[in-house]
């Protein structure tokens, strides 16, 4: 049970290249979320799932696009990536019981664009 | 909106010292969920507590306790005789529940010194 994963941990961009970070989780959790964490900023989310083939916006969705394809995984897509878009981008997911549950984080993925 | 302040920016004790982290947040939910989350210096995010709106009963982990009190809109997180493996940023999140993604604060810097 490898929980969530997050591929690529580290990647360099140029202005303007695109790109996708994929997150999977093995948990058949059925919510999943995107954030990025920026100095000083603490964690923000950008986009969410509630279910595969369904997708929505968090609090900071410019310049990403997002799939839910399949269940198990979410892909984050960077169109021509930008500097501001320098960050730590941590996928989670979560299963919804009779509470809200916690969610669970991927090991974080370090994108700098230059 | 939800808001959640974490005013200690970075907090420096010796080891074995007791240290407290603040946490408070606003929300106009009637229920809601608080969580802690420890990120040490190798990056990922590690779930520490959750805690419902509804139950105010505070919660002892081992060296680790967390004093809910809605009256003053708190949760703060006490961590008892530190060890330098404490050492992390700690972040307090709240959510309203079902597919709302985490709304996290900036952070606390916890250094213990040996």
Not at chain 2, 30 to 41: D, R, V
């Amino acid at each position: 049970n490898a929980g969530v994963t997050q591929t690529p941990k580290f990647r360099v961009l140029k202005t303007g290249q695109s790109m996708t970070l994929l997150c999977a989780q093995d948990m058949n959790h059925e919510y999943m979320y995107w954030y990025r964490q920026d100095p000083g900023m603490g964690l923000r989310l950008i986009h969410y799932s509630v279910g595969e083939g369904t997708t929505a916006k968090g609090e900071v969705p410019d310049g990403y696009n997002v799939s839910r394809l399949k269940k198990q995984n979410f892909l984050l897509g960077l169109e021509s990536a930008a500097p501001s878009q320098t960050s730590v981008y941590f996928c989670a997911s979560s299963y919804p019981e009779l509470a809200t549950d916690t969610q669970y984080f991927g090991p974080g993925t370090r994108l700098t664009v230059l | 909106a939800q808001k959640v302040t974490q005013a200690q920016t970075e907090i420096s004790v010796v080891e074995k010292e007791d240290v407290t982290l603040d946490c408070v947040y606003e929300t106009r939910d009637t229920t809601y969920y608080l969580f802690w989350y420890k990120q040490p210096p190798s990056g990922e995010l590690v779930f520490l507590i959750r805690r419902n709106s509804f139950d105010e009963q505070n919660e002892i982990s081992g060296r680790y306790s967390w004093n809910f009190q809605k009256s003053t809109s708190s949760f703060n997180f006490t961590i008892t005789a530190s060890q330098v493996v404490d050492s992390a940023v700690y972040f307090c999140a709240l959510t309203g529940g079902g597919a709302d993604g985490l709304t996290f604060g900036k952070g606390t810097h916890l250094i213990i010194q040996p």
